[in-house]
């Protein structure tokens, strides 16, 4: 079982940053893949970043090509987005989520088992 819980959700005016954290326990982060998803009101949950296992290959959502960035700290069992030049179409609830992945190379997982509870983000000026 893995426990993600998310933080750095709030509001913030256009062209702003936001960097959200994921932080995990119960199992060690390494062994899953990350992504990050998020849920506008009305609207279904889409997929935003993902990353690796060992980090070193991400993918993006068209939306957010460019302006957001995954990253992720083993070490400190942690994955992070980081939202620059923000819109107010990202505003949205953001859910971190984790996958099993057995190719430690792959931003693709299978599938996401475990995910967070989710932390909002508003851009509005």
């Known amino acids: 079982q893995v426990q993600l819980v998310e933080s750095g959700g709030g509001l913030v005016q256009p062209g702003g940053s936001l960097r959200l954290s994921c932080a995990a326990s119960?199992?060690?982060?390494?062994?899953?893949?990350m992504g990050w998803f998020r849920q506008a009101p009305g609207k279904e949950r889409e997929f935003v970043a993902a990353?690796?296992?060992?980090?070193?290959?991400?993918y993006y959502a068209n939306s957010v090509k460019g302006r957001f960035t995954i990253s992720r700290d083993n070490t400190r069992n942690t994955v992070y987005l980081q939202m620059n030049s923000l819109k107010p179409e990202d505003t949205a609830i953001y859910y971190c989520?984790?996958?099993?992945?057995?190719?430690?190379?792959?931003?693709?997982?299978?599938?996401?088992?475990?995910w967070g509870q989710g932390t909002q983000v508003t851009v509005s000026s």
């Open positions: 989520a984790a996958g099993p992945s057995s190719n430690s190379d792959s931003a693709r997982p299978p599938r996401y088992d475990y």
């Open positions: 119960g199992r060690t982060l390494s062994s899953y893949a």
């Open positions: 990353i690796s296992r060992n980090g070193g290959n991400t």
